[in-house]
């Protein structure tokens, strides 16, 4: 099975912040990796899609990179709306892999 | 604009089968094209997948849980539906159901793009 972890875990920064969350899988996924927002009490949002693809109507501060095994979600200048949860998700192989998560919030 | 609604008991007692249902609007099981999933998340925690259904009925589901799972499909309602059987607390978690678009290279596996709002399903006596 493909393991997908985060880092940080835990990531406290300010408005107007460039931030940047790396996934990394446990074997090559090419670029078969999304990413998802989770805000508290809500459903997972689809951000990104096959590493660098913005889903539709997600602002363009958000911006994915990777390939391979190493993979980053960067948000250009953070907003108070981006304070949240982001998870990692490879779908490479027959099955869906969620990486941990990792909590953006306020400095 | 596809939106879906779980929908089953908030309570279940241990031994039990867990039930719920997904009701699909603004796009059809039936046209194909997608997977239907089902997601949980223990309070807290992180995602876990369950499973997932093609409107022909096919079924793959998370090898952790396979044993207890059973994802079958309604077109005729536009409805998916979950159950998990032997239930113990460590399943009380947020239930969600979720589309998948596929990967075109890879049978089997893709992104979620359009989730329910989740429904908490307690496990206890």
């Known amino acids: 099975d493909i393991q997908m972890t985060q880092s940080p875990s835990t990531l406290s920064a300010s408005v107007g912040d460039r931030v940047t969350i790396t996934c990394r899988a446990s074997?090559?996924?090419?670029?078969?990796l999304a990413w998802y927002q989770q805000k508290p009490g809500k459903a997972p949002k689809l951000l990104i899609y096959k590493a660098s693809s913005l889903e539709s109507g997600v602002p363009s501060r958000f911006s994915g990179s990777g390939s391979g095994t190493e993979f980053t979600l960067t948000i250009s200048s953070l907003q108070p709306d981006d304070f949240a949860t982001y998870y990692c998700q490879q779908y490479n192989s027959y099955s869906f892999t969620f990486g941990p998560g990792t909590k953006v919030d306020i400095k | 604009q596809v939106q879906l609604q779980e929908s089953g008991p908030g309570l279940v007692k241990p031994s039990q089968t867990l039930s719920l249902t997904c009701t699909v609007s603004g796009g059809s099981i039936s046209s194909g094209g997608y997977y239907w999933s089902w997601i949980r998340q223990h309070p807290g925690k992180g995602l876990e997948w369950i499973g997932y259904i093609y409107y022909s009925g096919s079924t793959y589901y998370n090898p952790s849980l396979k044993s207890r799972v059973t994802i079958s499909v309604d077109t005729s309602k536009n409805q998916f539906s979950l159950k998990l059987s032997s239930v113990t607390a460590a399943d009380t978690a947020v239930y969600y159901c979720?589309?998948?678009?596929?990967?075109?290279?890879?049978?089997?596996?893709?992104?979620?793009?359009?989730w329910g709002q989740g429904t908490l399903v307690t496990v206890s006596s």
């Open positions: 979720a589309r998948v678009y596929p990967n075109p290279y890879y049978y089997g596996s893709g992104y979620f793009d359009y």
């Open positions: 074997q090559s996924i090419s670029s078969w």
